[in-house]
Nanobody
Framework: QVQLVESGGGVVRAGGSLRLSCAVSRMLVTDVMGWYRQAPGKQLELVASITTDGTTAYEDLVKDRFTIYRDNAKNMLTLQMDNLKPEDTAVYYC????????????WGQGTQVTVSS
């Protein structure tokens, strides 16, 4: 079993920054990692992902503002969020996808990010 624990959420004014961290009990270099978010009344959406070779992908609304990176040695996933907007307000979840020996998805408990205007 894999445990993921997020931290770093909070309340910030528009234009500010936050850094979310996800501590993973054991991260493999082959794991695909991502950050998702869910705003009130909306569906869960993928914000950013990073593959085994470091390739990143971002949801259009956060491109050029958010940066995802991973440290396999420290079992840590990070999401740096800059120039935050009120529409970024949501619960953010860390996700790990492991494809061997079978595909499994693991989730953290979520961390609240609130951006005030």
């Amino acid at each position: 079993q894999v445990q993921l624990v997020e931290s770093g959420g909070g309340v910030v004014r528009a234009g500010g920054s936050l850094r979310l961290s996800c501590a993973v009990s054991r991260m493999l270099v082959t794991d695909v990692m991502g950050w998702y978010r869910q705003a009130p009344g909306k569906q869960l959406e993928l914000v950013a992902s990073i593959t085994t070779d470091g390739t990143t992908a971002y949801e259009d609304l956060v491109k050029d503002r958010f940066t995802i990176y991973r440290d396999n040695a420290k079992n840590m996933l990070t999401l740096q969020m800059d120039n935050l907007k009120p529409e970024d307000t949501a619960v953010y979840y860390c996700n790990l996808r492991r494809d061997w020996p079978a595909r499994n998805l693991y989730w953290g408990q979520g961390t609240q990010v609130t951006v005030s205007s």
